[in-house]
């Protein structure tokens, strides 16, 4: 059974900056798609980055492009979300997610219904 787990999260000052990991175990990442998504209190699930198997691909929503590069490491089994800039309105828990049912896509999903693994999150906070 796969697992996913997120670490790095925490509270910053505004400005500062986090790196959030999800570390894969019980299956490897290298030929799927990857996520970060965030939920803050009282929002809904909301898409921040996605990159393909290889890298060659990512996506970053609006609202952090500029500040948030993610990344991944397959011979590790490890993806990345480093986020700069940090701002109050980046709170929020962080989730991993993984699309196991595809392979070697071009392009990763960036929609959370098309992921099928998800990790239990890590709280970022960020202070004003």
């Known amino acids: 059974q796969a697992q996913l787990v997120e670490s790095g999260g925490g509270l910053v000052q505004a400005g500062g900056s986090l790196r959030l990991s999800c570390a894969a175990s019980?299956?490897?990442?290298?030929?799927?798609?990857m996520g970060w998504f965030r939920q803050a209190p009282g929002k809904e699930r909301e898409f921040v980055a996605a990159?393909?198997?290889?890298?060659?691909?990512?996506y970053a929503a609006d609202s952090v492009k500029g500040r948030f590069t993610i990344s991944r490491l397959n011979t590790k089994n490890t993806m990345y979300l480093q986020m700069n800039s940090l701002k109050p309105e980046d709170t929020a828990v962080y989730y991993c997610?993984?699309?196991?049912?595809?392979?070697?896509?071009?392009?990763?999903?960036?929609?959370?219904?098309?992921?099928?693994?998800w990790g239990r999150g890590t709280q970022v906070t960020v202070s004003s």
């Open positions: 019980g299956r490897t990442l290298s030929r799927h798609s």
């Open positions: 997610a993984a699309d196991f049912a595809s392979q070697m896509d071009d392009y990763p999903p960036v929609v959370s219904g098309e992921y099928d693994y």
């Open positions: 990159i393909n198997w290889s890298g060659s691909s990512t």
